[in-house]
């Protein structure tokens, strides 16, 4: 719960300025760049707490003020590590408030446009009024299939599910 705590607390102050999509996308940015070997460094109990903050400032310096800030908090309370999952959970505060819902697709082999264009109205008819974002996702375990996963909920329509379920009532 951490985690969506700072999440709704940048979220606000980025509704506030007028800098959801930036932020959101200085999430996805600094994700991809934020490794273990730097979280460890701004972890480390050996470094003092104001070297750790100007390290931060020094990397981002060329990012928003505020969101540098926001590193700045993070790492001030020992929560650098949280940023990965403070992301996640900022960008589905976006989709929530952009009516928009993230369709995750899982198939054995990578899906055609025809493929998703003949799942589209079947998930539009279920998410009446929303925007969805759809992704595919390889999955060779499923064998054959599809396994559709949004907001929560999981629809498995894999070759696997179907065999197991076939499995059991042998």
């Known amino acids: ?83 990965k999952e403070i992301g996640h959970q900022y960008r589905k505060l976006v989709r929530l408030n952009k009516n928009i819902v993230r369709i995750d697709i899982f198939s054995a082999k990578e899906l055609t446009n025809k493929q998703m264009n003949n799942l589209v109205p079947a998930l539009k008819a279920k998410y009446v009024g929303m925007e969805l974002e759809i992704k595919n996702f390889v999955n060779p375990s499923l064998i054959g299939g599809i396994q559709i996963v949004a907001n929560g909920e999981s629809i498995d329509m894999s070759l696997k599910t179907s065999l197991e379920r076939l499995k059991e009532s042998l």
């Open 1 to 83: 719960m951490i985690s969506l705590e700072y999440a709704k607390a940048i979220y606000e102050i980025a509704e506030e300025e007028r800098k959801v999509d930036l932020f959101n996308e200085y999430f996805v940015g600094i994700n991809n760049t934020l490794n273990d070997d730097f979280i460890n460094l701004l972890k480390a109990p050996t470094i003092d707490k104001n070297k750790k903050k100007q390290i931060v400032s020094t990397v981002y310096k060329s990012i928003d003020k505020t969101f540098r800030d926001f590193l700045v908090v993070l790492v001030e309370n020992d929560r650098i590590e949280y940023f």
